[in-house]
C-alpha cells in the first residue's frame, strides 16, 4: 500500500497571502461553469433534429453563454492585471512555473477569442442576438457575408476542439498537484 495515490487531509489554512482573492476564485470558476456550459450545449445541439426547436434552444445557450463568459472575463483580466496573482509555491521547479504561465496566457486567449469569433462568425451569417426579455439587439460588428462566416466559424470549431486538450491539461496539472505533489495549488483557488 506504499505506493498508493494516499487522500491528503485539508491540513492547516492557507495563509490568506497564498490563496486567490476572492473576486478572483468567483472570477474563475464562474468563467469555468460557463464554458463547460457553452460546450455541453454545443455537443448536445450535434445530437438533435436541425431545424428543431431544441436545436435552436442548444445553439441559444451555446451562444449566450460563450457571451457571458466573456463579459466576466474582462473584471477577471482586469483583477488580476491591477491585483496580480498569489507567487509561485516554493520548490517549483521552473518548468513547472513556465508550464503554468504558457497555459494560463492561452486560457485567457481562448476565454476572449472564443467569444468574439463566435460572435463574428454570427454577424457574418446575418444573425442578430437579443437581450432576452427586452427584444434589444446587440450591435454587429461585419455584415452579412457567407465566405467570412465559413472561415471564422472553421477557425472558431479548430480553436473549440484545441482547447478540451488545453482546458483538460489545466484540471489535470491541478489534480496532479493535488493528489501526486500534495502541494497548495489547487487549494488557492477553492
Do not use: C
Not at 16 to 34: C, E, K, T
Not at 155 to 176: D, K, M, Q, R
Amino acid at each position: 500500500m506504499d505506493n498508493a495515490i494516499k487522500f491528503r487531509s485539508p491540513g492547516p489554512s492557507m495563509s490568506p497571502s497564498g490563496r486567490y482573492a476572492p473576486p478572483a476564485i468567483f472570477f474563475h470558476w464562474a468563467v469555468a461553469l460557463l464554458i463547460v456550459v457553452a460546450y455541453a450545449a454545443v455537443i448536445t445541439k450535434g445530437y438533435l433534429p436541425k431545424g428543431s426547436a431544441p436545436r435552436a434552444l442548444s445553439m441559444t445557450i451555446h451562444e449566450w453563454a460563450g457571451l457571458a463568459a466573456l463579459t466576466l472575463a474582462v473584471p477577471r483580466l482586469l483583477w488580476r492585471l491591477i491585483k496580480g496573482s498569489p507567487g509561485a509555491l516554493p520548490g517549483q521547479a521552473w518548468v513547472v512555473r513556465a508550464s503554468s504561465s504558457l497555459v494560463h496566457l492561452l486560457l485567457y486567449l481562448f476565454m476572449f477569442a472564443q467569444p468574439v469569433l463566435g460572435y463574428l462568425a454570427l454577424n457574418a451569417g446575418g444573425d442578430v442576438l437579443t437581450i432576452p426579455g427586452l427584444d434589444i439587439a446587440l450591435p454587429q460588428f461585419v455584415g452579412q457575408d457567407d465566405a467570412l462566416r465559413r472561415s471564422i466559424k472553421e477557425i472558431h470549431e479548430t480553436i473549440g476542439s484545441a482547447f478540451y486538450w488545453v482546458i483538460g491539461l489545466h484540471a489535470a496539472a491541478a489534480l496532479w498537484h493535488h493528489y501526486l505533489r500534495r502541494d497548495d495549488t489547487l487549494r488557492r483557488m477553492l
